[in-house]
């Protein structure tokens, strides 16, 4: 008996090579896990490693080793085509988001910068080499509370401005890129609002949608960028986002 044909995939994934290479970090998270089953799902998905903090390699985003050993644990295994950074914390031990000033301090701010923003920026220092030379694309989910022109509602100021500087950062990522890689697309993501853990104290299960639904979103809208949408801030709906 012949084994059954893949059911045409419904997610595109048509612009990466047949047999391409992925790679998931915060790949223990709700939209992490999704994108590692999606693509393990998918027909043109050759390999999808995935790196958290239980594994091995291990990434801890507050351990700059780390960073580094994960990195060069994976550079002998040949270059990717697509990474995806889905790490990120708004609430965590003994805080919650801030409503006011008078709520803000360093322990938070600090705490949510390091997971947010400067664990990300070593990311994009260590995981950029890795990608392959050709089509290759490295998103990082930042959140569309992070930016600065659609901010009408205010609060969550530690959390906003860790995903504002993390636009920043990519932003420049990308530029540094063109001149090196220039089939690179490097993009920030925002996935709507999904049903995770980080969702969980804020009506999540109520308003978000699966984690699931929005990796495959995501991944559509990843497809179809070019390298000349690289620095830029996508929604999920393919929808350029306002800095
Ligand atoms: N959920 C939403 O509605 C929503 C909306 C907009 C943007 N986002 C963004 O989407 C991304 C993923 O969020 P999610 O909803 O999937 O959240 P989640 O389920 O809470 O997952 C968060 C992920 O970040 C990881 N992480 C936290 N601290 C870490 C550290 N020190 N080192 C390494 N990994 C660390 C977690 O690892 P552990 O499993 O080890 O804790 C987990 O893999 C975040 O950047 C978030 O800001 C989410």
């Given amino acids: 008996m012949t084994a059954a044909p893949h059911p045409a995939p419904s997610l595109n994934l048509d612009s990466f090579p047949a047999g391409f290479r ?21 027909p043109r998905c050759g390999e999808v490693i995935a790196l958290h903090r239980q594994s091995t390699p291990r990434l801890d985003l507050d351990d700059e080793t780390s960073l580094a050993d994960a990195a060069q644990a994976l550079r002998g295994t040949g270059a990717f085509h697509l990474i995806l950074h889905a790490a990120g914390v708004l609430h965590g031990a003994g805080f919650m988001p ?9 322990a938070q701010l600090e705490a949510t910068f390091r997971i947010n923003t400067f664990g990300p920026a070593l990311v994009l220092r260590h995981f950029c080499p890795l990608l392959d030379p050709g089509r290759s694309v490295l998103a990082v989910l930042s959140a569309k509370v992070g ?12 959390y906003r401005a860790s995903k504002a500087a993390l636009n920043m950062l990519l932003k420049t990522a990308a530029i540094e890129m063109q001149r090196s890689r220039a089939q690179a697309v490097l993009v920030s ?14 009506r999540g299960a109520q308003i978000g949608r699966s984690a699931a639904d929005a990796a495959a979103d995501l991944l ?19 929808e350029r986002l306002p800095w």
Wanted: proline share 4%; glycine share 18%; no cysteine.
């Fill in 147 to 158: 930016s600065i022109g659609d901010n009408r509602l205010g609060g969550w100021y530690s």
């Fill in 22 to 42: 992925a790679l998931v970090i915060g790949a223990s998270g709700g939209i992490g896990q999704a994108f590692v089953q999606a693509l393990q799902d998918h």
């Fill in 98 to 106: 801030e409503k006011k000033l008078g709520d803000l301090n360093y």
């Fill in 220 to 238: 559509g809208v990843l497809n179809r960028l070019t390298p000349g949408d690289s620095g830029g801030f996508f929604a999920y709906s393919g």
């Fill in 189 to 202: 993501l925002h996935p709507g609002t999904m049903h995770t853990r980080l969702s969980e104290p804020f």
